[in-house]
């Protein structure tokens, strides 16, 4: 998958659904982006281009 904006979508229903480790990364447990690549790569059966997902989430996680 490629679609921005579809993956866009997948990234923030999955910040949405675990605040806990969100509010956790933005702490300073880095270790926890893992976390997030993993549920995203697991939503979308393993299709997503990890280098966009991964610019995504960070972007989303940081901002």
């Known amino acids: 998958i490629t679609d921005t904006g579809a993956l866009e979508a997948i990234i923030d229903q999955i910040i949405a659904d675990n605040p806990a480790q ?5 702490a300073g ?5 893992g976390f997030f690549v993993g549920q995203a790569m697991k939503a ?3 299709k ?3 280098g966009q997902l991964n610019e995504l989430l960070r972007h989303k996680l940081d901002g």
């Open 22 to 26: 969100r509010d956790q990364y933005r």
């Open 29 to 33: 447990k880095d270790k926890l982006f």
């Open 44 to 46: 979308t059966g393993g």
């Open 48 to 50: 997503a281009n990890p």
